[in-house]
């Protein structure tokens, strides 16, 4: 009687459809089928998950009204800030001016913080919105842009290293 109820509320207040993207419980994948019981995902590997309703606890909907490009990106100590601010916003108005992408973006990719400073590079917080499930491939050309942008405007994408200083005993 849990899963026909739990399943009742999920459909009545249209928590997700078939078809959209969502993390139960640990298990993401594609809707494939609700019923009254229980719910049907296919996750990315195509592996099918049958999910009772009353087991659930928590349902997060990746594609519902719109998905975000959420991107955390290291550059080197010695990068001029305002210059990568300004290359990550064109890069991003570029993105969202292209035909074969316009129509997908809602809010361009822009800088919004700095997030971190880490072991090899000042982390930068990337932000954008896209309808839902486009967000996947508009992260994926937003960042082949980046990496083309940061490449010609001489920005470092720094990677771990290790700096070993050699002591010279006395003789």
């Known amino acids: 009687i849990k899963d026909v109820l739990t399943g009742l509320f999920i459909i009545l207040?249209?928590?997700?459809?078939?078809?959209?993207?969502?993390?139960?419980?640990?298990?993401s994948g594609t809707v494939q089928d609700i019923s009254l019981r229980k719910t049907t995902l296919r996750d990315i590997n195509g592996t099918v998950?049958?999910?009772?309703?009353?087991?659930?606890?928590?349902?997060?909907n990746l594609s519902k009204d719109f998905a975000r490009?959420?991107?955390d990106i290291g550059v080197a100590y010695d990068t001029n800030l305002e210059r990568l601010i300004e290359i990550v916003n064109r890069t991003g108005e570029e993105l969202a001016s292209d035909p074969g992408f316009s129509e997908f973006i809602?809010?361009?990719?822009?800088?919004?913080?700095?997030n971190d400073f880490a072991d090899s590079a000042i982390m930068?917080?990337?932000?954008g919105e896209t309808k839902p499930l486009k967000q996947w491939e508009i992260a994926g050309e937003y960042r082949k842009?980046?990496?083309?942008?940061?490449?010609?405007?001489?920005?470092?994408?720094?990677?771990?290293?290790?700096?070993?200083h050699q002591v010279k005993s006395p003789d």
């Open 13 to 27: 207040e249209n928590q997700y459809r078939i078809g959209d993207i969502v993390n139960i419980d640990g298990t």
């Open 49 to 60: 998950h049958h999910i009772t309703h009353g087991s659930i606890v928590l349902a997060s």
């Open 69 to 71: 490009v959420n991107l």
């Open 106 to 114: 809602i809010a361009p990719p822009k800088f919004l913080r700095v």
């Open 124 to 127: 930068i917080k990337i932000l």
């Open 145 to 164: 842009r980046l990496k083309i942008a940061f490449d010609k405007e001489g920005i470092e994408i720094p990677f771990p290293q290790r700096v070993i």
